[in-house]
Nanobody, 116 residues
Framework: QVQLVESGGGLVQAGGSLRLSCTAS????????IGWYRQGPGKQRDLVAT???????YYADSVKGRFTISRDNTKNTVYLQMNSLKPEDTAVYYC??????????WGQGTQVTVSS
């Protein structure tokens, strides 16, 4: 099977930056698309950004112009560069990927806290 492991979360002041990483391990064949969701306190889990294996990206309106998603196919890793962070970006960030043969896989999540 395949596992996703996130890293890079933490505590940052408003206006600051963080970079999240998510690496797929195991029997990875093709990562069809991969991206990030987030779930704030008392909120539903929402899509933040995704990137396909062809490099097509999608961003939620709330993060456009501030977040950048990228991937390194040689390392089976996806990144989320988060700039100009706001307190409302505070959430647990989950990596999610659609894999050839394995289907949809979730990571365990990483906490991002933005203080005002």
């Amino acid at each position: 099977q395949v596992q996703l492991v996130e890293s890079g979360g933490g505590l940052v002041q408003a206006g600051g930056s963080l970079r999240l990483s998510c690496t797929a391990s195991g029997r990875v064949a093709r990562i069809i698309d991969i991206g990030w969701y987030r779930q704030g306190p008392g909120k539903q889990r929402d899509l933040v950004a995704t990137i396909t294996d062809g490099g097509t990206t999608y961003y939620a309106d709330s993060v456009k112009g501030r977040f950048t998603i990228s991937r390194d196919n040689t390392k089976n890793t996806v990144y989320l560069q988060m700039n100009s962070l706001k307190p409302e970006d505070t959430a647990v960030y989950y990596c999610n990927g659609n894999f050839q043969y394995w289907g949809n896989v979730w990571g365990q999540g990483t906490q991002v806290t933005v203080s005002s």
